[in-house]
């Protein structure tokens, strides 16, 4: 249900991280014997991809995401059962990405139409449906789609949101340049401002709340927001990055780890739990936040499975606490961009007994 946009253009860190995956390494893991475990795995590839990049993950486990071939032709997919399918687009030899989806595995995105502009679309049942309801000169993209099945996202650079009872543009009063970046199953659609750095909006039911950030307003962003109404984002503050939590009209900065420089929160999802990434002396690697204690999400991982990939990169995380993201991913000499998913092992009440 969210939207991928903002940490590909939401900070200098996040911007930065994509742009070196390939050239870093990992960075040094501390192992908590009480700590939760995960098992991370390659999602693979179709045929003739030479890059994956995964963007959502649903309640399911299904994971949807674009590749791209050696064109430069980019695919949508959907992962199920551990079966990476394309998904279809809107005509054949043209581009399809996908951004959101939502726990009925009904996925939303954009697509180029055989007159070769770019549609807002959404992935169901096999099939691909051109979105939009209102007038459009340009572009038109779906960014995240709940389980009632309403879609917000952007068209001709306006933010609008997409009901049942038909599509209107989300318009905010005194705005300069609103950005939707995620949407709950209660209806909430969060927003970024870039036009006036330093607050972001929630909105619902048609109106309109303004909150003002914290920290240094050019590096303020609010990522994402959970159905209690909880969001998540981070700021600069005393000249670091940190992870907040907003909720009922307070700000709470969450832990950092010993070694991280910068903690950019990406997720949150309704068990309260976050997922960001964190920049480590030239390094980025991910974390996890859960029960009130933050772990460095690496350390987490069975060494056998995490072995061959040299940086991680998170994007989206379910409420079983599965985690997907994208990494550089090493074989024999050659390392390529692939995504993962990354799932809890469920823990042996009796181990070391």
Not at 21 to 30: I, S
Not at 168 to 195: C, F, H, K, R, T
Request: proline share 5%.
């Amino acid at each position: 249900m969210h939207a991928v946009h903002a940490f590909l253009r939401g900070g200098r860190l996040v911007a930065a991280t994509l742009c070196c995956l390939l050239a870093l390494g990992p960075a040094g893991t501390q192992a908590d014997p009480v700590a939760p475990r995960y098992e991370i795995r390659n999602l693979g590839r179709l045929p003739g991809m030479v890059s994956v990049e995964a963007t959502a993950v649903s309640n399911q486990g299904s994971v949807v995401g674009s590749g791209k071939n050696r064109s430069g032709l980019r695919q949508a997919f959907i992962v199920r059962d551990g079966e990476m399918q394309p998904l279809p687009a809107l005509a054949d030899g043209h581009d399809s990405l996908v951004f959101g989806i939502n726990n009925l595995d009904v996925a939303t995105g954009v697509a180029e139409n055989a007159a070769g502009r770019f549609r807002a679309v959404v992935f169901r049942g096999g099939q691909t449906e051109e979105l939009f309801g209102l007038p459009l000169t340009g572009t038109a993209s779906g960014y995240a789609i709940n389980d009632v099945g309403t879609v917000v996202g952007m068209a001709d650079s306006r933010p609008y949101i997409h009901e049942a009872a038909g599509t209107s543009w989300i318009d905010i009063p005194g705005s300069i340049s609103p950005i939707v970046q995620a949407l709950n199953n209660a209806g909430q659609v969060l927003l970024n401002e870039y036009g006036l750095p330093g607050r972001f909006y929630v909105y619902d039911n048609g109106r309109a709340t303004t909150v003002v950030g914290i920290g240094e307003p050019e590096y303020f962003l609010a990522t994402d927001i959970n159905d209690a109404g909880q969001i998540v984002g981070y700021a600069f503050i005393n000249s670091r990055t940190r992870t907040f939590i907003y909720s009922g009209g307070r700000y709470r900065l969450l832990p950092d780890l010993p070694d991280g420089l910068g903690f950019q929160g990406m997720r949150i999802n309704n068990r309260g739990w976050v997922v960001g990434n964190r920049l480590t002396g030239g390094r980025v690697d991910p974390f996890l936040y859960r029960s009130g204690v933050m772990y460095d999400l690496r350390s987490l991982m069975r060494p056998a499975s995490a072995s061959h990939w040299l940086t991680l990169f998170v994007r989206d995380m379910n409420d079983r606490g599965q985690i997907i993201g994208v990494g550089s991913y090493q074989r024999v000499n050659a390392v390529y961009l692939r995504s993962f998913i990354a799932s809890p092992v469920p823990q042996n009440p009796t181990a070391g007994q």
